[in-house]
């Protein structure tokens, strides 16, 4: 079992960056592919950027190709998700979450089986 807390979320002008932090709990984060969701009033939660159990690939949705980055530190047990050039279309509630796997990285948030209480990211333009 392992349970997931956000952190840096906030208010940011249009263009600027924020860092996102998710610290897990548990001996066995290295076992778990992590990933990072957003989702926004109205809208279902879409997927953002995961990552591998090693940290060695990741996957971004179109959205995010080139202004996020997101990458892991299995010794501090932590995931974190650089976002640069932010746009008021980032705003959003975002979620990390982790499912144990064998190998890859995953894209949906039905492959997930735990997930964070959220962080709101607020862009304004």
């Known amino acids: 079992q392992v349970q997931l807390v956000e952190s840096g979320g906030g208010l940011v002008q249009a263009g600027g960056s924020l860092r996102l932090s998710c610290a897990a709990s548990?001996?066995?984060?290295?076992?778990?592919?992590m990933g990072w969701f957003r989702q926004a009033p109205g809208n279902e939660r879409e997927f953002v950027a995961s990552i591998t159990k090693s940290g060695l690939s990741t996957s971004y949705a179109d959205s995010a190709k080139g202004r996020f980055t997101i990458s892991r530190d299995n010794a501090k047990n932590t995931v974190y998700l650089q976002m640069n050039s932010l746009k008021s279309e980032d705003t959003a509630v975002y979620y990390c979450?982790?499912?144990?796997?064998?190998?890859?990285?995953?894209?949906?948030?039905?492959?997930?089986?735990?997930w964070g209480q959220g962080t709101q990211v607020t862009v304004s333009s």
């Open positions: 548990g001996r066995t984060f290295s076992t778990y592919a």
């Open positions: 979450a982790a499912v144990w796997v064998l190998a890859g990285t995953r894209d949906r948030p039905s492959e997930y089986n735990h």
